[in-house]
Each structure stands twice: as structure tokens, then as C-alpha cells.
């Protein structure tokens, strides 16, 4: 237990119980903004080991100091806070274990009649504002203020985490898709029935990766604008518990009779996605004959610029090289005086026959070769 006493000079001692005796007396501030309220107070994190003393000792801020049973203390540390002093300083502790949420929350009410706010997390204090409650709480004679943690019904906090999910499109079944797990607490998903019917579809209660899917009804979907909650299944507790969801996403499938499928749409900021299978981020709409078509067709339009290209550089570079074992006929020597006879052919110079191209190399290609099967 920790004793902290303010005295009529503006001095704030503090003093720890260690159950069977008192130890000595520390004299934390000499300096308090008022001696004639209690502009000071202590509180113990959770654990009950550490602990947080708050006080105003300076217009426009307010200090604090951490302590660990059971004689540490840390070195006192200011942080801005209105403009005023402050007359009264309340703590209270979160009963709630947390890693690194607020341990210790507060309100301080300065001498401008301002009821301000900050918390403690264990390593740092952060100042909500100082007017956060009201700018005119009435009189600064009067500690006349409270405030708590209140626990939700049946005790403890309960996660809730709703997704708005728009513009959805697509005929025929709508269904949604839900992939994560929890910690050590199942998570109801539930389905929101407009305006305000919250139903649950689904429960988390894998610990590893899972899909989870749920036909919408129509009144569900609410035209392609269908909400969704993540909702803890107990009342809360004393610890915490984790949730870690991957993917959420609506599907819609086509309607009885036809190939055509809609795009499926994640939560608010995510790609979308043309089938199930397709891997995320990728998205399609149209029919599978048709996809399958263009596909083709794209890649016999992709063989032919190689073709063209390939040509096009053959052309532009020169003549041929020679095929190995076969002599290039030689230049004939431009003749200083006409000839008046006809010489003999040399078998070595006779031109040689053009090479014919195969269907794959020629540049322009027919409907046979152009086109992609069945249009």
C-alpha cells in the first residue's frame, strides 16, 4: 500500500506498507499547485506490484512519477497539460490485464474550472486534453467530479468490430466469407438484418487459419450493402483475449442456367476477386467460355509480333549468313568493256532457290492461323 499526504505548506510525501511495517518516508514535490485540495493521487497497476503517482506542481502541467515495490521510484517527469494549475488529481485502475493498453486513466480539474483527461500505459503518460469533459465543471472548491471503469453486463469488456461492406454486385446466391481464428475465446459473427437485427452466422473457434461461409438472405444483403460484427461470445473476462481475422469477403454466384459469375468483394480497401480458386487480388467478370477464349486469342496474338519482330530484324540486318557446308556464290567482277559473247554458267554461281518460309514465320498470317478456335 502506498500512503500519499499533502500538507498545508504545498508538501507531498508518500509512504509504503509492506504489509507488517511503514518504511521511510519520501518527500516527492515541495511545490503543489494548491495545499488547499488534493491536486495529487496514486494508483496501482493491475498487477499490484507498480504503481503511478500524478500531481500538479507547475501552471500548464502536470507531473508524474512510476514506482516498483517496494522503494523505487523513477525520476519525475512533466507533461503539458492546459494552462492553468491543477486543484484536483484522480487515478483509477483499469481492472482489465492489458499488454499495452491503459493500466491507469485520470482526470485532472484546473484552476479554469477544465476537466481533462489522460492514461498511463506502463511506460508512458499521454494527456487526452485538458477540457476533454467540460470547459465549466461549476467550482474548483469541490472534487465535484467521478469517474470509473465500468464493466460491460456479466463483467469484463467484450470485443466488437463491425465492416461495412458497398456497391456489391452480382445476381443469384450471396455468400459470405469469413477467414481467421482466435485466441482463447470463440468470436461470433454476426449478420445484420436492416436496421438493427443482429443475428449470429458464424462462431471463430479455430486456433489456426479457418474459412467460415454463410448464405446471406436477401434481407441480409440489403442491395449489395451487407454489415457485419465480430462479437465476443462471453460477457468478458479478466484477461485478454485475441482475435486475428485474414479475409472477408462477400461472394456473389451466378444464377441457375448460366456461366456468368460476379466479382467477389473483400471489406472496405481490399482488391477484388473472380472466383475462389484465383489467387487474391486478381479480379474477373464474365463467362468461363469467353475468358477461356480471349485467352487463347491473346496468345496467338503474342506468337505473331515475335514473328513479325524476328523478321523485321532479319530484314533490316543484311543478307543471310550462309548455311554451314554450302559455298556463297561469289560477286561477279564488274567487266571494264562489254562482252560480246555470252559466257558459260558457272554451276557455283547459279542463284539459289528462295527459301520458302513455314506458316509460323510468315509475316502476315490467314483467318486459318489468325484466328482463334470457334469464332
Not at 493491475?46 to 521510484?73: D, E, H, M
Not at 514473328?307 to 550462309?322: D, E, L
Request: charged share 20%; with cysteine.
Amino acid at each position: 500500500m502506498i500512503l500519499a499526504v499533502g500538507d498545508n505548506n504545498g508538501d507531498l510525501h508518500t509512504c509504503y506498507w509492506d504489509g507488517s511495517a511503514w518504511a521511510a518516508m519520501v518527500t516527492q514535490d515541495t511545490t503543489l499547485d494548491y495545499s488547499t485540495q488534493r491536486a495529487f493521487d496514486f494508483a496501482w497497476e493491475n498487477t499490484g506490484s507498480k504503481g503511478l503517482l500524478v500531481y500538479g506542481t507547475t501552471n500548464g502541467q502536470i507531473t508524474y512519477r512510476n514506482f516498483t515495490a517496494p522503494s523505487t521510484w523513477d525520476t519525475a517527469t512533466n507533461v503539458a497539460m492546459g494552462s492553468q494549475g491543477h486543484r484536483w488529481v484522480e487515478l483509477r485502475t483499469n481492472p482489465m490485464t492489458s499488454a499495452s493498453g491503459t493500466k491507469i486513466a485520470g482526470v485532472a480539474l484546473d484552476n479554469s474550472n477544465d476537466l481533462g483527461a489522460f492514461q498511463w500505459n506502463g511506460t508512458t503518460l499521454t494527456v487526452a486534453g485538458s477540457n476533454v469533459f467540460t470547459n465549466n465543471v461549476g467550482s474548483t472548491t469541490y472534487d465535484s467530479f467521478d469517474f470509473g471503469f465500468r464493466r460491460a453486463t456479466g463483467g469484463g469488456d467484450r470485443l466488437i468490430v463491425r465492416y461495412d461492406l458497398g456497391n456489391l454486385t452480382g445476381g443469384g446466391t450471396h455468400t459470405l466469407y469469413v477467414t481467421g481464428y482466435r485466441g482463447d475465446e470463440d468470436v461470433d459473427v454476426q449478420v445484420l438484418s436492416p436496421p438493427s437485427s443482429w443475428t449470429t452466422r458464424l462462431t471463430i473457434n479455430a486456433t489456426t487459419d479457418t474459412r467460415y461461409t454463410y448464405a446471406l438472405t436477401t434481407t441480409e444483403y440489403n442491395g449489395g450493402s451487407p454489415s457485419i460484427q465480430f462479437v465476443d461470445t462471453g460477457n468478458g473476462g479478466a484477461g485478454l483475449s485475441d482475435l486475428w481475422v485474414d479475409w472477408v469477403a462477400v461472394r456473389s454466384a451466378p444464377p441457375a442456367g448460366t456461366t456468368t459469375f460476379a466479382v467477389i468483394r473483400l471489406e472496405p480497401g481490399s482488391p477484388g476477386i473472380g472466383l475462389p480458386n484465383l489467387f487474391e487480388g486478381f479480379g474477373l467478370k464474365g463467362t468461363l467460355g469467353v475468358i477461356a477464349t480471349i485467352g487463347l486469342f491473346v496468345g496467338i496474338l503474342a506468337i505473331v509480333a515475335v514473328v513479325i519482330q524476328m523478321r523485321r530484324r532479319q530484314q533490316s540486318s543484311g543478307p543471310r549468313a550462309p548455311k554451314k557446308g554450302r559455298a556463297r556464290p561469289a560477286k561477279p567482277k564488274k567487266q571494264k568493256e562489254p562482252q560480246m559473247y555470252e559466257p558459260e554458267p558457272d554451276p557455283q554461281m547459279q542463284p539459289q532457290p528462295d527459301e520458302r518460309l513455314e506458316p509460323e514465320e510468315m509475316p502476315e498470317l490467314d483467318n486459318d492461323w489468325g484466328s482463334p478456335p470457334g469464332t
